[in-house]
């Protein structure tokens, strides 16, 4: 599903975000990327959603280059992608139905397909009661459910979610945990990135440890070692 | 076409709720944009008044030519014919020994001495006259220089027939009022264009500005997949919105405006009443205002946004 071929970024002020890195993530697997800050974990999803170009090597999603992607293609693949940011990333100017909705009418779909599934997106994340509140009347905890429902109105195949956690108190952290475990369980791949060793021991998913840009280990249960 | 009709109606109502839910950015887009349209409509008005007094006073602008009492009439109208033929001539007026003489009487009726003279006189002793009006004070010299004879139209026998033109007289005149006007003309042009490209920079930059706080809306917009036509769509929307929004209330503000200064401009500009154009001429003008509005603050939008696309 996910293939990192040798991929390596190298900036013009000879710093290396990523060096030499391969590995590739099946369908429906949780996988964990840890590592110091600086170890390259975003740029990791940077380059999937091809936000940035590797220097060198390769990503696919679904056997697809992404950085050879038309701009029309590169949509189609993005919306077959969810993303949930440390920082939530809410349109503020738009109430949760609205910002939800957004994903959905980016892809074109029918004004019926919205009425229904952004109502039913809240409600997997707990949070239909605010469907009419606007980002800066919710709690981060509340904020980070919103980003997760607007990941996953689309149905995806993938939802990368970015320090998810990183704001958020352990109560929040734990529930956030939680719904990437349904969704994840629900048959998408997600691919997590975090700093928190408690949220990677619970899962007890596969790991990739990340240092210098390098991968360091990829175990099929690991733990926090960094 | 479901599609595209149901994309526009999404990207149509987004712009509007940009436009109502920012309110504070949208005021200051507005406010500046007044300023600009109010220079776009001020160069509009300045153009008609410039245009307008400097057709009133080439009206006012002539060059007359008196004939001898004994000019044969025929001769007269020879004179004239062959004026009205040059290409610079806009039109030719001919007064007879007796209109002249009435249009005296009538002058100088309150003057008793003056009419008392003329009684005295056996015969009329005003000859007749051709009044000459030319397309453009500049070109009043090439109609002297034919009167002189210069291209033949007045011959020895004819220059005879002509006791004094009024040429020398107006020429330093013309000369100078010309230069004056051209320059005015030029340097008003110049000013306007400056004063337009100084308020739609400024516009820009504002509408840039606002756009800016929206960068990372902007990126999150394009990572969810939307495409750029549909993200800059809605900002296109709120930009001529601004425009419109901003049109009405500079064409609002013009009338007081041009009603006060209508005193003013009919002294000043040879009765060019600027309350009086700008209601005859309202359709256009509001057409100008509107249109440049929605041009300025759609293409603005357009541009600023296409700065935080590359995502």
Redesign the interface.
Known sequence: MIKFDNVSKHYPDSSVALEDVSFSVEPEEFVSVVGHSGAGKTTLLKMLLAEEKPSKGKVFVSDTDVHSLRPDDMNTMRRNIGVVFQDFRLLPHKNIYENIAFAMEAAGRPDEDIDADVPYSLELVGLERKMWSFPHELSGGEKQRAAIARAIVNQPDIVIADEPTGNLDPENTYEIVQILKKINELGTLVFLTTHNTGVIDALGNRVITMKGGRVVKDDREGKYDV | ME?FT??IR?IVRSGF??FW??GFVSLASILVMVITLSVLAATLFGGEILSSALTEFRSKVDVTVYFQTDADEADILAVKEKLEQLPETEAVIYTTREQRLADFEDRYRNDQTKLAALEELDENPLGASLNIVAKDPSQYEGITAFLEGETGALSNRQSSIIASTNDQQKQLVIGKLTNILNTAEQLGILIMAALIILSIIITFNTIRLAIYISR??IA?????????T?IRGPFVVSGMLYGVISAIITLALYFPLTYWLADFTEGFFLGFNIFGYYLSNFGYVFLWVVISGILLGGVSSYLAVKRYLR?
Do not use: F
């Open positions: 599609q149901t994309a999404r709720h940009n839910r920012n990372e809306e999150v917009m394009r990572l969810v997949g939307a495409s750029k549909y995502v």
